[in-house]
């Protein structure tokens, strides 16, 4: 599966964002999803993800302000992010697993090739 994130821009810290991360060759349906994030000098970190059943999990950083959600209909998966603070600033990934509600990097057997968001204070 080819996954292809979008949606990334350079905002200010309070704004919102959505990233979007569209699939093809495969039903993401078939997947558990998932958002991670890569700041300058910093190792990548993870972000939320969702079950093929719509179940969510976040990383402590973005809960509450976050929501990852999936449109299996578009073969798409969302993060919409509000209240964005400077130090949500990174590259964003979105990756795709056949395992379920997976917080570490090495359980994805897809990657896109990420989106950049800056959050300016």
């Known amino acids: 599966v080819q996954l292809q994130a979008s949606g990334g821009g350079l905002v200010q810290a309070g704004d919102s964002l959505r990233l979007s991360c569209a699939a093809s060759g495969r039903t993401l349906s078939s997947f558990g999803m998932g958002w991670f994030r890569q700041a300058p000098g910093k190792e990548r970190a993870f972000v939320a993800t969702?079950?093929?059943?719509?179940?969510?999990y976040y990383g402590d950083s973005v809960k509450g302000r976050f929501t990852i959600s999936r449109d299996n209909a578009k073969n798409t998966v969302y993060l919409q992010m509000n209240s964005l603070k400077p130090e949500d600033t990174a590259v964003y990934y979105c990756a795709a697993t056949r395992g379920n509600m997976v917080v570490h990097g090495g359980g994805y057997d897809y990657w896109g090739q990420g989106t950049l968001v800056t959050v300016s204070s």
């Open positions: 969702i079950s093929r059943s719509g179940y969510t």
